[in-house]
């Protein structure tokens, strides 16, 4: 069965650190991965996704992502968090032999960025 | 321009009360989708249309039902709903037939059921 696991619930930062979110996922082909942000009452924002190719993939906002297949992971960072990074992060995974196309979705990490 | 659009942003509704959300993109995307969202949870898929066909339900009852008039429109017209289901409605929008292509979601509806 296809998963997505974020093992921390939150994540706390001070201001000018680098940040690092974590995602692992479990598919059963080659997996597309993808991150959004959400902010207090607000959409999902897309952030950065991996298809195929460079295993570091860089998205909006300073965050980039390195894709490591054989430890499955597809951690979130970010070289020097800001406070408005505060947010909660989601990461998903579609395996693209399923006809679907359904994204399946961790449940979230919380960022707290202090300053 | 990877905008997508939802109305209204805010909805109180009562349990007898009809009521509609609607959604709208202009980036050509042929496939949409409706998505339900609880507080700090993941969204969960509701419905998602191909071609302004429906091809997903997700077992959703039918106090939800859902439509699509034409490739740019979404709604989703609510009657005799439950307080559990107030939550933040997500509606997103993507290329067809591409596993790659990436969803696009609105900024949401918020309901809240009396």
Known sequence: ?115 | DTEVTQTPKHLVMGMTNKKSLKCEQHMGHRAMYWYKQKAKKPPELMFVYSYEKLSINESVPSRFSPECPNSSLLNLHLHALQPEDSALYLCASSLVGDPRETQYFGPGTRLLVL
């Open chain 1, 1 to 115: 069965a296809q998963s997505v696991a974020q093992p921390e619930d939150q994540v706390n930062v001070a201001e000018g650190n680098p940040l690092t979110v974590k995602c692992t996922y479990s598919v059963s082909g080659n997996p597309y991965l993808f991150w959004y942000v959400q902010y207090p009452n607000r959409g999902l924002q897309f952030l950065l996704k991996y298809i195929t190719g460079d295993n570091l993939v860089k998205g909006s906002y300073g965050f980039e992502a390195e894709f490591n297949k054989s430890q499955t992971s597809f951690h979130l960072k970010k070289p020097s968090a800001l406070v408005s990074d505060s947010a909660l992060y989601f990461c998903a995974v579609r395996d693209f032999r399923d006809s679907n196309y359904q994204l399946i979705w961790g449940a979230g990490t919380k960022l707290i960025i202090k300053p």
